[in-house]
Structure formats: structure tokens, C-alpha cells
């Protein structure tokens, strides 16, 4: 009895074998381009403000961990923001940004993931509406900026996906001392990529030699 165990056993372990060397043969890496579309805002001291629709785009790669875990690293130029009521005028506050998300991907169907990672960020400029934007407009926030992303995917095999993506700011962006205040981003994305795809890829195809 217990030798036909062992072997049942034996036999399951080299099944699970072959077939985790069989899927992990799939695994492939893509690289691709997203862009899309900013809702930006900004939260904590500063108050009464109001949101900007606004732009991103960027390079991105997707790294197979696993048959169902996947990382994505980004390169993109994303513009952000805010709106501000001064003195019954609007002034419309641009920060653009280059930033760095590096961001795990689960996967629970074939095509629908789950998404979360850090987003690290250098400050490319900053300028106002309301008036001629001097020098030190620019040096009045922080040049560095990190969040958290969480979201979700949708990707089909030709490499077209879609992404929705919110983006929590967990930097103070006020870099004048003599204010004491606080205050974070706040970025809504929606994006729309392809992924391209890869000799490998192409050689899962038996049709394609």
C-alpha cells in the first residue's frame, strides 16, 4: 500500500514537472508603449482645489515572473497638476514629471490583472497660468516624488491592453520651509498600450517557422 502511494506521488511530482517546464517555456518578455490620460489633483493642506485632465506617455516593459505573475516597468512623461481659485481668478498649476513605476501584475484570467507598485519621479518643470512663471516658481516644490500605484489591466494576445491606474502621492511636493504645509498628488490614469511581439512569441505560432 504505501509503495503504491510513493509511486502515485512520484508520478504527480513528474507530471507537475513537465507541465511547469512545458507553461514556463511560454513565458516570454514584451516591450511596448503606453499613453493616455491624467485626472490630477492634489490633496492635504492646500484646499478648494480642482482637478486637471491632462496627459502621459512613455516606453514599457513586461517581465513574465511566473504563468500568472508578471512585472511592468515604465518610462513615461506624465503631466500633472492642479487647478486654484486666487482672488476670483483660476490659476492653473502644470507639474510634469518623469517617472519610473515599477509595478506587479497578477494576472487571474488569461487577460484581466491586478496591479500595484511604487512610482518613483524627478520634477521636469513647473509653470502657472495666472502669471509670467519667475525661477523660483520651479523651486518651490519638490524636484523628487514617490506614490503608490493600484489598478487593473486588460490585455489581448495581439499585445493591445488597456490600463486604469490610480496613483496615491505619499511626498509632501511643498518645498518652501517657511510654509508649513503639506500637500500630495493625487492622479487618476487611464492608458491604452501594445506590447510588441517577440521572436519567441512569434515561434508559439506552429504556423509560423
Avoid: C
Avoid at 488597456?162 to 502621492?169: E, I, P, T, V
Amino acid at each position: 500500500m504505501m509503495k503504491k502511494f510513493f509511486l502515485i506521488v512520484s508520478a504527480l511530482m513528474m507530471i507537475t514537472s513537465l507541465t511547469a517546464q512545458q507553461e514556463s517555456e511560454e513565458l516570454y518578455t514584451r516591450a511596448g508603449f503606453k499613453f493616455g490620460l491624467n485626472y490630477a489633483n492634489i490633496t492635504g493642506d492646500i484646499k478648494n482645489t480642482d482637478a486637471r485632465v491632462r496627459m502621459h506617455l512613455g516606453a514599457v516593459i513586461e517581465f513574465p515572473v511566473s504563468q500568472r505573475f508578471f512585472v511592468q516597468a515604465e518610462v513615461l512623461y506624465t503631466a500633472q497638476g492642479y487647478k486654484v481659485d486666487e482672488n476670483g481668478e483660476e490659476n492653473k498649476i502644470s507639474l510634469n514629471y518623469l517617472t519610473l513605476p515599477i509595478i506587479a501584475k497578477y494576472y487571474f484570467t488569461d487577460k484581466f490583472s491586478l496591479e500595484t507598485g511604487p512610482q518613483l519621479a524627478i520634477l521636469a518643470n513647473a509653470t502657472e497660468s495666472a502669471e509670467d512663471t519667475p525661477d523660483e516658481f520651479f523651486d518651490s516644490f519638490n524636484s523628487f516624488d514617490f506614490s503608490w500605484g493600484f489598478g487593473a489591466g486588460y490585455k489581448l494576445e495581439s499585445g493591445l491592453f488597456f490600463q486604469l491606474r490610480y496613483n496615491l502621492g505619499l511626498t509632501n511636493i511643498n518645498d518652501i520651509d517657511a510654509l508649513n504645509i503639506d500637500f500630495k498628488h493625487s492622479v487618476a490614469q487611464l492608458s491604452v498600450g501594445y506590447l510588441f511581439k517577440t521572436k519567441n512569441n512569434r515561434r508559439q505560432d506552429p504556423n509560423i517557422e
